[in-house]
């Protein structure tokens, strides 16, 4: 039986720093070219393919039918 070999000479630093952007900024991504919509109001976008409508973050659009409680 023989122990698992641990490599000593891996690069470090061998793939660059990750670069954090939005979905809807991510020039590749589903939600490039997003028209203009009640979703640009709050910085989502629409994926035109599917019609998928991505909202970022916790603030979510407030609903027409059932006003929030006070």
Known sequence: ???PVKW???RVGAL???ELISL???P???YAGSPE???TEYGGGLDTESG???LPGPNS???PRWPAKS
């Open 1 to 3: 039986m023989t122990a």
């Open 8 to 10: 000593a000479h891996v």
């Open 16 to 18: 660059p720093a990750p």
């Open 24 to 26: 809807v900024d991510d």
């Open 28 to 30: 590749a991504g589903p």
């Open 37 to 39: 919509g009640w979703w």
């Open 52 to 54: 998928v409508v991505y």
């Open 61 to 63: 659009p407030p609903c």
